[in-house]
């Protein structure tokens, strides 16, 4: 089965959430795990804004926790890398 899991990054600045990324389980990684794994940092300085939300498999968000801006990062890096479908520059329209 396909797991469908993620962790959606973003960040909160007057009162607005700004998605800045998502990453997503795969046969490479368990964002559950990835998620367990980052501390939950509620007041330091180094917090500024920064928070992880933990989406399930059915797409229902089970879980929020303010992080540092080096472990939003750190997400981030593990982004899903997208190859091109086609290689060519230009653009064709079917």
Same mark, same amino acid.
């Given at each position: 089965m396909l797991?469908?899991?993620?962790?959606?990054?973003?960040?909160?600045v007057a009162g607005e959430r700004i998605?800045?990324?998502?990453? *997503?389980?795969?046969?490479?990684?368990d964002v559950i795990?990835?998620?367990?794994?980052?501390?939950?940092?509620?007041?330091?300085?180094?917090?500024q804004g920064y928070?992880?939300?933990l989406f399930?498999?059915?797409?229902? *968000?089970?879980?929020?926790k303010p992080v540092t801006l080096s472990d939003a990062e750190s997400v981030l890096e593990r982004q899903p890398k997208y190859e091109p479908i086609h290689s060519s520059e230009q653009l064709a329209f079917l």
């Open positions: 797991s469908q899991s993620r962790i959606e990054v973003w960040y909160k998605l800045l990324g998502e990453t *997503c389980s795969s046969d490479k990684m795990n990835l998620w367990v794994s980052l501390p939950h940092d509620n007041g330091s300085p180094e917090q928070y992880l939300s399930a498999d059915d797409g229902r *968000c089970i879980g929020e």
